[in-house]
């Protein structure tokens, strides 16, 4: 049975890393720290420590970016699109908190980091359509 959430596991982020790979015009960050991060310690391939802190890595940079946006959209904006939007913000910060609790409890431990990192950067591309 656990083979078989490892499996998943990484089926689910090789098809992640591949989709967002096609779908994005800016560098995957959590990619590159993967591949960085394999040369500079000279491991044999990735392990559950590299998907940690690569997913800490690009989910910080994506929160950032996030943020941003956000600034960018409240200047942009009247208050009440601003709030409206900062209302789905926090229920969307609920949904990926308990989203990312089940897929790390079914999955396994990697999802803890690799989840909201996917999820933030989704987020990231659906706030980029309320900027003008």
Not at 102 to 131: E, T, W
Request: overall charge negative; aromatic content about 10%; proline content about 2%.
């Amino acid at each position: 049975m656990l083979n078989n959430k490892i499996r998943l596991l990484f089926l689910c982020m090789i098809t992640a890393v591949s989709y967002a790979n096609a779908q994005q015009e800016e560098p995957d960050l959590y990619s590159q720290c993967v591949d960085e991060t394999i040369q500079t310690q000279q491991l044999a391939s990735i392990n559950n420590a590299v998907v940690e802190v690569c997913s800490q890595q690009a989910k910080a940079a994506y929160e950032t970016q996030i943020v941003k946006l956000l600034d960018k959209i409240k200047e942009q904006g009247s208050s009440e699109r601003y709030q409206d939007i900062m209302k789905s913000q926090r229920l969307w910060k609920q949904y990926v908190d308990q989203e990312c609790k089940n897929a790390g409890d079914y999955i396994g431990s990697p999802m803890y980091g690799y989840c909201p990192m996917q999820q933030y950067q989704q987020r990231l591309d659906n706030l980029k359509h309320f900027v003008d």
